[in-house]
């Protein structure tokens, strides 16, 4: 058997676990070691990576989801860390009546990505006292994801976070979404406000901070508009979510 | 620029950052899994930054699969040539093993025939790796629990490697113990089979006993029949940088320092039997 036809045995024995498989590769109790070695790594894995499910699903019905996902995904990354990201939609196949359990993985999912994203410098207020309003553009950090939810998957991934009792699944607003980033080093997120989510993509697609303006006039009025915008700006800035204005 | 490895070091783990951050760890290298500092930052860079400031950094990858047929992912290279630009470590090792295919990845150490097709593969991937990363590398025996039919030893596989190649090994004293009693050979006849000229680092590490093999998997302490084979290794390799690898069921950072401790002492009784010989 050549090295190449010998490696495809042994993933073949791995991802399936047929006995056919194993005795291509001798059939000796070493085939089964690395068979749990592969399992248990990938499961592993996954608990590692989605913690709060973890919680909310009970360990039972979270190994019984991960060695599906296991069967339906073989793993392609080089890095453990990436086998998840496919995790959420999979476990919103398997809980279709429950909407939250899918939200809690993207939460846990994108949390994760939060914490090794991008480094960037929080831009300090005084250096908004040199913006030229009329041209300038808001920059959030690097790190910032908007994730639209449709439950209280939030309150409950935090209840499940510090140990309390969570709440019980209900539907959120329409248009309801998180704000997800890093102060510092720590990942954090929130409930976006009215019209936040709207600013932050004009902004995103590099429209100045005056178009925005005008375009949040067109349904807010011109004076609400300005507050409104200035009024998330402050925000922001305390909240170390902007990288520059300019 | 890259700090020297020497000494005694630990694998640096979560529970310990900050002592290693701090600086106060008692150790004279430390060791990371490349891949989970293989990330665009965040906190785990930031860490290993800081901790790199005050220890001499061994990076130690899981996932080169220098043992793949159909060869190395130019996309992990480049990104481990990124770490490596970064913190300039003075170690920079993989394992002996195969774990990817055709862009399935197993996440496991898995074993290669000791046959002269593997060699090649083997020491072709060796080659590219090493020009990718600007620097000679260093590769661990691994333990396993297969064997198959091949022409050589692995510790002649080994030699060989190295002398095509030029890169070092890095010899992981429990691995040699797991194999030799899962397949039955000497460690004896493996340690004298090995260039101990191209020993550049040790591992030791525990196992535990499965229901028909050993299984290596880091979670116990150093126990006594590899603490002998180190003593072994020691009288032939000379003065190596040595570290303890535990990756799971993690003591506090004492305990470990005191299992180096038996490795210094070890280390110093071989060297004092050297000078006598």
């Given at each position: 058997m050549t090295l190449l036809a010998m490696q495809r045995s042994f993933r073949d024995w791995l991802v399936t676990g047929e006995d056919a498989a194993a005795e291509a590769l001798g059939g000796s109790h070493g085939t089964a070691v690395y068979q749990n070695n592969y399992r248990t790594a990938l499961v592993s894995s996954l608990a590692e990576t989605f913690r709060r499910l973890a919680l909310w699903l009970g360990e039972a019905a979270f190994e019984t989801a991960a060695a599906r996902y296991i069967d339906a995904r073989p793993p392609s990354s080089w890095t453990l860390d990436a086998y998840g990201e496919h995790f959420s939609a999979f476990v919103d196949g398997l809980y279709a009546d429950d909407p939250e359990v899918a939200e809690l993985a993207s939460i846990d999912w994108t949390i994760g990505q939060v914490f090794v994203g991008p480094d960037a410098e929080a831009l300090r207020p005084e250096a908004l006292a040199v913006a030229d309003w009329e041209t300038a553009v808001i920059r959030a950090v690097p790190s910032l994801l908007v994730m639209p939810i449709g439950t209280n998957a939030d309150a409950i991934w935090r209840a499940l976070a510090t140990g309390e009792t969570p709440p019980f699944p209900e539907p959120a607003k329409q248009g309801t979404a998180l704000l997800i980033w890093r102060q510092g080093l720590e990942p954090v997120f929130r409930r976006a406000e009215a019209h936040e989510c709207d600013v932050l993509n004009w902004s995103a697609a590099g429209e100045g901070f005056a178009a925005v303006c005008e375009r949040l006039a067109a349904s807010l009025g011109d004076e609400a508009a300005v507050t409104t915008a200035g009024t998330l700006l402050g925000r922001w800035l305390s909240e170390e979510m902007i990288a520059a204005v300019g | 620029m890259a700090q020297h490895l020497s000494g005694f070091g630990l694998g640096m783990r979560r529970p310990h950052y900050r002592s290693y951050i701090d600086g106060t760890a008692?150790?004279?290298?430390?060791?990371?899994?490349?891949?989970?500092?293989?990330?665009?930052?965040?906190?785990?860079?930031?860490?290993?930054?800081?901790?790199?400031?005050?220890?001499?950094?061994?990076?130690?990858?899981?996932?080169?699969?220098i043992g793949s047929a159909d060869g190395l992912r130019e996309d992990y290279l480049k990104e481990l040539r990124h770490l490596v630009?970064?913190?300039?470590?003075?170690?920079?090792?993989?394992?002996?093993?195969?774990?990817?295919?055709?862009?399935?990845?197993?996440?496991?150490?898995?074993p290669l025939p000791y046959t002269e097709e593997a060699l090649g593969v083997v020491c072709d991937n060796i080659g590219r790796a090493q020009a990718a990363l600007g620097q000679r590398m260093l590769f661990e025996n691994p333990s396993s629990y297969i064997l198959f039919p091949g022409a050589m030893t692995e510790w002649e596989f080994l030699g060989e490697m190295t002398r095509r190649t030029g890169c070092g090994l890095l010899l992981d004293v429990n691995n040699i113990h797991v194999s030799a009693v899962n397949h039955?050979?000497?460690?004896?006849?493996?340690?004298?089979?090995?260039?101990?000229?191209a020993v550049g680092q040790?591992?030791?590490?525990?196992?535990?006993?499965?229901?028909?093999l050993l299984i290596d998997t880091h979670d116990q302490p150093v126990p006594p029949e590899v603490w002998a084979l180190y003593r072994a290794a020691m009288a032939l390799a000379g003065p190596v940088p040595t570290m303890i690898e535990r990756d799971d069921n993690i003591p506090e950072l004492e305990e470990l320092c005191e299992e180096l401790d038996v490795a210094r002492g070890i280390s110093a009784e071989a060297a004092g039997e050297r000078i006598a010989a």
């Open positions: - | 008692p150790v004279d290298f430390i060791e990371v899994i490349s891949e989970n500092f293989m990330i665009p930052g965040g906190k785990p860079l930031d860490t290993l930054l800081k901790a790199r400031e005050n220890y001499p950094l061994a990076l130690h990858g899981v996932s080169l699969s630009d970064i913190m300039e470590p003075a170690v920079v090792s993989d394992h002996l093993c195969w774990t990817r295919i055709d862009g399935f990845n197993s996440h496991d150490l898995l039955g050979f000497a460690a004896a006849d493996y340690l004298a089979g090995i260039p101990m000229d040790i591992h030791l590490a525990g196992h535990v006993q499965g229901e028909h």
